[in-house]
């Protein structure tokens, strides 16, 4: 889980810098948690990432967060269902 909040604060972070995450960057994550840490949990959840990217960015009071959350993650919808 702590992982995955730093993901989401690395990903706040890209909207201030008014940039987005690399294509891919979560199944990337997800591919190297599991060579690095076999058998533990540990691989970003895509949905969580989601939903917590969007009350990040609505906490930070950032116009239309559902919207931006997805501009971020390209790609995020439909891939991950």
Known sequence: MRHQDLL?????????????APLGLLDHLAAFALSAFPGHKVAPNPQFVLR????????RS?????????VILPGIDGAYT
Do not use: I, N
């Not at 917590?52 to 906490?59: D, P, V």
């Not at 950032?62 to 997805?70: I, Y």
């Open 8 to 20: 989401v604060t690395s990903l706040a972070a890209c909207h201030v810098a008014g940039t987005t």
């Open 52 to 59: 917590a990217l969007e009350q990040e960015l609505t906490q």
């Open 62 to 70: 950032v116009a239309h967060p559902h919207e931006t959350a997805r």
